[in-house]
């Protein structure tokens, strides 16, 4: 591992996976976006946010390297947890792999679930949807239940991916048209933490780092309880800071031909908003990385959304 710093980034060096940049500076600009829903009619812990469309014309403050010009997006409505699956959550429906969280990092019930690869946030997402009567979204050579997954790893029965990448796991679809729990897209990651693009904070919720996140500066290197920080303006925590967020996406460069869920197949996965080990600049809304999807860190975690409202093929 070859770990450099700049601007209190930690470019890191992971077999080949590299965390790229795009940290920005902020400026003031107006956005425009819609109200969230004042009425409760959406599981415990998540928030309805409403849909939108970023129409290409205008670049956002802080500059945004998926907001662009000449790239049009629309994002459904999404149920949104308003805080990173934690651990209490995780150990319903699956087991970790070669780690467990620990005292060291953080480990109770209201702490983020870590040392969970993006294969495994697809297996809780797909068991928790089954669980609760929803339409699992991923599927594998036409099969949703992921206890039927080649590969797949269980013990007790509970579950988890594997720690080295597949073919298999790496052809997973995703049904956008299904009601159950998944992963943000990095379109859809932003869009929550910019609220609704409305803000024009350089963190999700403030432009103190500070007030909104847990990063190296204040988290005593390790994880915290969710929720602890200011929420951003639609009601969710942790956005900038705490762990990282495992998006669906793979890492690539935005243009305005990428389709809304990401970039074709590349040698990483998209994880956004900072981290506990991480420099402040990590945190804010506009940073850009990619990790090892199959690896396993003590500082990336994930956060699940559903869809709203029916969407059609």
Known sequence: MVIRKKLNCVFVLWGAIALMTSCVSCASSPKTGQAVHSVKTFPEGFVKVPDGIYDGTAPLTPA????IPGRIVTIGGLYVCDHEVTQAEYEVYCMYGDMSPRALRG???NYPAYYVNWYDALVYCNLRSIAEGLQPVYSMAGQTN????AGIVSKD????GPAVATDAWDAVTFDETADGYRL????EWEYIARNCNRDSFVYAGSNNADEVSWNTLNSSATTHEVNQKKANG???YDMSGNVWEWCWDWFGPIT???PAAGSAQSAGRTPRGGSWVYGAPCAEVTFRCAYAYYARYDFIGFRVVRN??????
């Open 234 to 236: 639609l009601g969710m």
């Open 64 to 67: 945004s390297a998926v907001f």
């Open 157 to 160: 029965g509970k579950y988890c």
């Open 308 to 313: 709203a409202e029916a969407k059609q093929n």
């Open 107 to 109: 480990a109770g019930g």
């Open 146 to 149: 992921p206890v039927k997954w």
């Open 184 to 187: 943000p897209t990095e379109v």
């Open 256 to 258: 305005a031909d990428t």
